[in-house]
Structure formats: C-alpha cells, structure tokens
C-alpha cells in the first residue's frame, strides 16, 4: 500500500500544507449555514443524513450500497482519493464517514484533529464560496470486517477475547436516562463516555495519547482484544472507533444499530 498523504489524525498546519493536492477530498460535515459562512478551502459539504439511515427503532444503521453509492459519487469519491473529514461539534460526524469508509474497505482517510474549530482557532486560511462538486461514478461494496450487528454481539457476550465500549453519558449507561425502550446496558460492556477523549481546552483536539491509553487500559480496554464500540446511533462511538484505531488498536468494530436497536429489542440481554 502506498504511504499515506497524512496521518491518520492530521493536525490543521499539516492539512494546510497539502491544500490542492491531488486526490485530497476535504470533506465538511458541520452544519449547511456554517459551511456557507467558513469552511477550509477546497472542503466539500456533505449533510450527515446522508450516511446513515434510520431503519426504526434502529435510527444510525448503514445506509444500503445504492444510495451511498449515490451520496459518495456525489461530492466526487474515487478509490484512489484520500478523505480527509471534519465537523465542528467534537468530531463524532466526521469520525462516522470515516467509520463508513473503513466498512467499505477505503483506509485513505483523516481525521481533521479540533476540527473546524482548530483550524479557526489556530487561524489558518477559511473560504466563504461553495466548492463546485464534480460527480464521480463510485461503487460502494461493503467489508464487514469493521461492523458488528447484534447478532455478532450475542455472539460474543462471553468471549474473553472481545470487550464492548460504550460511549455514553455514564447516566444513559447506568438506565437513568431513557432514550429507548429499556435503559441500562449491553452486559460486560464498559463506560467510556466519548467526551473524555476530547481536551475542551485545546480546540476540543484529542487528549493525548498517552493519557488515552492509560484510561483505556484501566477500564480493560487493551489491543490484544477485540473492541466494539456503541453509543445511541453509532455517533459518538464512531469517534472513539477512530480514537482506538488512532492509538494503534487492531482490531476495532463498531455497531450501528447501537441501544436505539438493542435497547428496543425485547430479546437482547441488558445490565
């Protein structure tokens, strides 16, 4: 495989110096009237409803290859581009393309580390004019090998050799916040709430790696085991997906479906 253009989490001064590079694809995922008011030069904007589908109660799953076909060709995705994302609320629906690309087995991607508001933030260079979308004609084919469905997590409730991540709020872990139809948690599961990766004070970038690490590994969290990340919608988890991939985590899978599916489905188990 080729060397990457950028790193897997690039910082906003090295993205700035391949500005205009051949198959770069800066891709803008914060809101529309916020594209239109400053986003980096050259981004194209892409509207979150457009990579994920709601499929009641489960409302975060995959959309199907058709229409995500359609939605990729739409802002000119290429096998051969590198897809750099961002957003400005924290990274989480940067961080769901990306998950989205890894399920379609397209690892040229970056994550925008403080997104957009790094970039302001460290003052480099914004455009107010919308970038001119060139069509291309991209065909998703999906590699599962990055998703888990509930059935796989049934599967692997008792498997010592994977542990499940959930990124909620410790209140939503813990059932005292409903947002489905039972509250609580997927047994054996973890709480790592998405939030305590993100340094509020430094452009809300990612804490270090180190300090990550540490965290991780206190709650059990360690790259020997296979880790499945959920949230509600596969939102916040997608970005603690690419916060364990960032920190050289092999094998990482997340689950779309998430407690909007699990937790309204009378059959699965809960804690």
Request: charged residues 25%; hydrophobic residues 35%.
């Amino acid at each position: 495989m080729t060397q990457p253009l950028v790193r897997l989490v690039v910082e906003p001064a090295e993205l700035e110096k391949h500005l205009g590079a051949e198959n770069l694809l800066i891709v803008d995922l914060c809101r529309p009237e916020t594209y239109a008011q400053a986003h980096v030069p050259g981004a194209v904007h892409l509207d979150y409803a457009q990579i994920v589908a709601a499929r009641p109660p489960a409302m975060g799953m995959l959309p199907d290859a058709a229409p995500l076909s359609d939605v990729l060709s739409s802002i000119g995705m290429t096998p051969d581009r590198h897809v750099v994302a961002y957003d400005d609320e924290g990274g989480g629906r940067a961080s769901r393309l990306l998950w989205t690309l890894d399920a379609l087995g397209h690892s040229r991607y970056s994550l925008l580390n403080g997104g957009l508001h790094a970039w302001l933030n460290d003052r480099h260079g914004v455009s107010n004019e919308p970038v001119k979308k060139v069509r291309s004609d991209y065909t998703v084919k999906f590699d599962n090998k990055v998703v888990a469905d509930k059935n796989y997590i049934m599967k692997h409730l008792r498997d010592a050799g994977v542990i499940i991540v959930d990124t909620r709020t410790p209140a939503e872990y813990r059932g005292e916040t409903r947002r489905a139809e039972r509250t609580g948690h997927i047994p054996g599961a973890v709480n790592f709430d998405w939030m305590n990766s993100i340094d509020q004070a430094r452009s809300v970038r990612l804490k270090p790696a180190d300090e990550l690490k540490r965290v991780l590994t206190g709650l059990g969290v360690t790259p020997d085991k296979e880790v499945i990340t959920y949230c509600q919608t596969h939102h916040r988890s997608a970005h603690t997906y690419i916060v364990l991939k960032s920190l050289g985590y092999p094998r990482v899978r997340g689950y779309p479906g998430s407690w909007s599916e699990w937790g309204n489905s009378p059959e699965t188990p809960i804690e």
